[in-house]
């Protein structure tokens, strides 16, 4: 029996209701929230803001985050604490392209970004060679993320490192990287980061295209992770991560090394919030050490616990309703959002233990009954 062309698999691996809702999504942001943003004069009712833009662009970046926490811990068992530093990182390489792009429109009117400047840097450091360069950049955020998780993995699970002991050194080693870049010799901006951004190839940074134009590219990132994500979890190698995450020993008796695929699915998960990073920077138009906060990296966990754990679509939701409960929170009621967040994470751990997906899924399955 011959095996069907990888297209044909990869388009069969989601459902019909699946590239229904795709439709609809792509729908809505490539055509109607774009139109009804550029198009539509902002007195008129049905005029969508910058703000509204801007959140919804910030929202679907965390959502590729938690949908790549969940292909390593709802799928493959492995609990990371440490991904908003891959967050960071992808943020970080397309910023350096971004301060590039700043020119002689910064405050000093240097060649240098102005962090530079103001600490009396006479060049460039070699790392920031080819910062100026969009495709430079863009290989710099798939390539530096990707070597580091794959060496860290590599050595993490060769030594079998795994359960509570990988999250701990995964939140150790974000906190490490978090106290580096707030160094001012690091030359990264030190605690401020990279901020005031002005243009992306030529176009201003601010203006309402630029803005939906980043707006639509990461709606279609988040599509294409989802898919990704559908497609590697029927597929074979997601029928051995689940049993990875059930019974390894039992995997490693057949024959399987779980090694190899903890480490392809591990470094693809930090090689997406890379990418997640890089689209988020832009649309916020700001990037410092805070992003490698362990408490970031905990709080992408519970996206994922609160949407679902292993049904990638549930991530997105739970992504969704604490960003969205936060952007309410901090203006509304600034000092009890941390106490929302932390009831929220142990109501859901005690009474919705699968997640909002999973409560769902047991509505219907009672409605059928």
Known sequence: MTRAPFTIRFLQATPKSGWIALAIFALLTFVVLPVL????????PLHVSGYVITLGGKIMCYAIVAVAMDLIWGYAGILSLGHGL?????????????????????SYQSDLPDFMVFLDWKEL???????????????????????????????????RIKGVYFSIITQALTFA?????????????????????????????????MRVTLFSLTALALMCTLLLGRYLVTAKFGRVLA?????????MFLGYSPQHYKLFIWTLSAVLCSIAGALYVPQVGIINPGEMSPANSIEIAIWVAVGGRGTLIGPVIGAAIVNLSKSYFTVAF??????????????????????????WNKLRARKAA
């Open 243 to 251: 049993a990875i995450r059930d019974a390894e020993s039992r995997v």
């Open 86 to 106: 891959f967050f960071a990182l992808g943020g970080y390489a397309f910023g350096m392209y971004l301060m590039r792009q700043i020119g002689r429109d910064g």
């Open 125 to 159: 450091p070699w790392y920031w060679t080819g910062s100026d360069s969009l495709l430079w950049a863009a290989i710099l955020v798939l390539v530096v993320p990707a070597l580091i998780a794959a060496i860290f993995g590599f050595f993490a699970f060769r030594s």
């Open 37 to 44: 943003h550029l198009v539509l004069p902002e007195a008129h």
């Open 334 to 359: 600034p000092e009890y959002w941390l106490f929302f967040l932390g009831a929220l994470f142990v109501g859901v751990t005690l009474w919705l233990p699968n997640g909002v997906v999973g409560l």
């Open 177 to 209: 990287a978090m106290l580096l870049f707030f160094r001012n010799e690091t030359g990264f901006g030190g605690n401020n980061g990279f901020t005031d951004f002005k243009r992306i190839a030529g176009f201003g940074i601010t203006t309402p295209e």
